[in-house]
């Protein structure tokens, strides 16, 4: 079993930063893929990156492209979002996820490749 600990997000202004922490219990966290998802009110869960086990797969949604990075930290069984040039549209609950049934190589971007995820953590970016 993994379990996925959140950490970060809060309120910033609009073209401020943040960085999420996902940090896992269980050292089979670094061979799975983790992908970050975000929720808003009255929204479907959509995909916002993800990154391979080895680092050898990075994605991300057009939308946060050139303004969010993701790393993983293995000594620490850690993914962080780095996220940069905050716009009010990416207010959100953000979510981490890992996937230990290797799902992520067919469908990287689908929330339901995912089988472990974190508790989510509220994003909230004013204008």
């Known amino acids: 079993q993994v379990q996925l600990v959140q950490s970060g997000g809060g309120l910033v202004q609009a073209g401020g930063s943040l960085n999420l922490s996902c940090a896992a219990s269980?050292?089979?966290?670094?061979?799975?893929?983790v992908g970050w998802f975000r929720q808003a009110p009255g929204q479907e869960r959509e995909f916002v990156g993800a990154?391979?086990?080895?680092?050898?797969?990075?994605g991300y949604a057009d939308s946060v492209k050139g303004r969010f990075a993701i790393s993983r930290d293995g000594t620490k069984n850690t993914v962080y979002l780095q996220m940069n040039s905050l716009k009010p549209e990416d207010t959100a609950v953000y979510y981490c996820?890992?996937?230990?049934?290797?799902?992520?190589?067919?469908?990287?971007?689908?929330?339901?490749?995912?089988?472990?995820w974190g508790q989510g953590t509220q994003v909230t970016v004013s204008s």
């Open positions: 996820a890992a996937d230990s049934r290797g799902l992520f190589r067919v469908r990287p971007r689908s929330a339901a490749a995912y089988n472990y």
């Open positions: 269980g050292r089979a966290f670094n061979s799975y893929p």
């Open positions: 990154v391979g086990w080895r680092n050898d797969y990075t």
